[in-house]
């Protein structure tokens, strides 16, 4: 097990690796001057080199990869060209939004996936089966910013249950920062609810039909201990990875919401950066996002190993 955790860390640092060298290349072919952005189109060559010489834009290419990746080694994002700030200090003041807003989601998601996906599979053939399984394909067809101003229509501006918009602090409000993430997770687990129940179904209908199953209906097990403790346990691992990729996918997701919702998160900021061609934040956006991925696929693959014991000692 020891060798299979070491192997896993190196993939994962060599992935990391990888990512960081793919993201920095591929901003550099986005079009338009960062120089040219802050100083506006009518400064001066003279104005426009010199800044570009103030933000080490005129260096070689793999001198400031170097830098970039020496920098995050210590923590160090660099800093936003239009902020003004440390990169690193700008992503952790939004996490506090970005970073609920996809945990409860993702356990939104699957509080609703499992059970409907389990009573889909169970009754296979049945009316509630195809009943069941078109709601799931309806949800995951309809996109979470159309379903999130639905969500702001009925239950903030008809009925003023909610907020539509906005997010107070959670060291001043947390009630209201609470409600202020009520109809954003909505948004985003409905939708994600719908995919990871497809999925859980499918998962079931082949645990279901494995011969262990068939044994232990055979032996007079009942029905609710040979859907829960037979077949429900054997399909925790694929559902595990289930879980994960709904965690990143709403991770992601959240850009769209919290510009629906007005969410000060991470997704706001990324967009922002674009628009004003921020480098720097950018690089350090992308990152963190292709990171989360990596990292939940690590977390997923730990897991596999507490969850089946075959493949602790496979390992």
Same mark, same amino acid.
């Given at each position: 097990?020891?060798?299979?955790?070491?192997?896993?860390?190196?993939?994962?640092?060599?992935?990391?690796?990888?990512?960081?060298?793919?993201?920095?290349?591929?901003?550099?072919?986005?079009?338009?001057?960062?120089?040219?952005?802050?100083?506006?189109?009518?400064?001066?060559?003279?104005?426009?080199?010199?800044?570009?010489?103030?933000?080490?834009?005129?260096?070689?290419?793999?001198?400031r990869y170097l830098d970039w990746i020496g920098g995050i080694a210590r923590g160090d994002l660099g800093s936003s060209l239009i902020y003004q700030r440390p990169v690193a200090a700008l992503i952790s003041e939004r996490l506090g939004v970005s970073v609920p807003l996809?945990?409860?989601?993702?356990?939104?998601?699957?509080?609703?996936?499992?059970?409907?996906?389990?009573?889909?599979?169970?009754?296979?053939?049945?009316?509630?089966?195809?009943?069941?399984?078109?709601?799931?394909?309806?949800?995951?067809?309809?996109?979470?910013?159309?379903?999130?101003?639905?969500?702001?229509?009925?239950?903030?501006?008809?009925?003023?249950?909610?907020?539509?918009?906005?997010?107070?602090?959670?060291?001043?409000?947390?009630?209201?920062?609470?409600? %202020?993430? =009520?109809?954003? /997770? !909505?948004? +985003?687990?409905?939708?994600? &609810?719908? $995919?990871?129940?497809?999925?859980?179904?499918?998962?079931?209908?082949?645990?279901?039909?494995?011969?262990?199953?068939?044994?232990?209906?055979?032996?007079?097990?009942?029905?609710?201990?040979?859907?829960?403790h037979h077949a429900f346990r054997n399909a925790l691992v694929p559902l595990t990875t289930v879980f994960g990729l709904s965690l990143g996918n709403v991770f992601i997701g959240s850009i769209v919401i919290e510009q629906v919702f007005a969410l000060p998160g991470l997704?706001?900021?990324?967009?922002?950066?674009?628009?004003?061609?921020?480098?720097?934040?950018?690089?350090?956006?992308?990152?963190?996002? %292709?990171? =989360?991925?990596? /990292? !939940?696929? +690590?977390?997923?693959?730990? &897991?596999? $190993?507490?969850?089946?014991?075959?493949?602790?000692?496979?390992?």
């Amino acid at each position: 097990m020891l060798t299979f955790l070491v192997r896993r860390f190196a993939a994962t640092v060599v992935t990391l690796l990888a990512v960081s060298l793919l993201v920095f290349s591929a901003l550099l072919a986005i079009p338009g001057d960062p120089a040219q952005v802050l100083l506006g189109f009518d400064a001066s060559p003279s104005a426009l080199a010199a800044l570009r010489s103030e933000l080490g834009l005129d260096r070689p290419v793999l001198e400031r990869y170097l830098d970039w990746i020496g920098g995050i080694a210590r923590g160090d994002l660099g800093s936003s060209l239009i902020y003004q700030r440390p990169v690193a200090a700008l992503i952790s003041e939004r996490l506090g939004v970005s970073v609920p807003l996809a945990i409860a989601s993702a356990i939104l998601a699957a509080l609703i996936a499992v059970p409907v996906g389990i009573a889909a599979a169970r009754s296979r053939g049945r009316p509630w089966d195809p009943l069941l399984t078109s709601l799931a394909q309806i949800g995951a067809a309809v996109p979470s910013f159309w379903l999130g101003l639905m969500l702001i229509l009925v239950f903030a501006v008809e009925r003023s249950w909610l907020p539509a918009a906005g997010f107070p602090s959670w060291s001043r409000d947390p009630f209201g920062s609470t409600r %202020a993430l =009520v109809l954003p /997770v !909505l948004a +985003l687990g409905l939708g994600q &609810a719908a $995919v990871m129940t497809r999925m859980v179904r499918a998962m079931m209908i082949e645990a279901l039909s494995a011969d262990y199953v068939r044994t232990a209906r055979a032996k007079g097990v009942k029905q609710r201990l040979v859907t829960y403790h037979h077949a429900f346990r054997n399909a925790l691992v694929p559902l595990t990875t289930v879980f994960g990729l709904s965690l990143g996918n709403v991770f992601i997701g959240s850009i769209v919401i919290e510009q629906v919702f007005a969410l000060p998160g991470l997704g706001r900021l990324a967009l922002t950066a674009i628009g004003t061609r921020d480098l720097p934040l950018i690089q350090g956006e992308v990152l963190l996002y %292709a990171s =989360v991925i990596v /990292v !939940l696929g +690590l977390l997923v693959d730990l &897991a596999y $190993v507490l969850i089946d014991p075959r493949i602790r000692f496979e390992t």
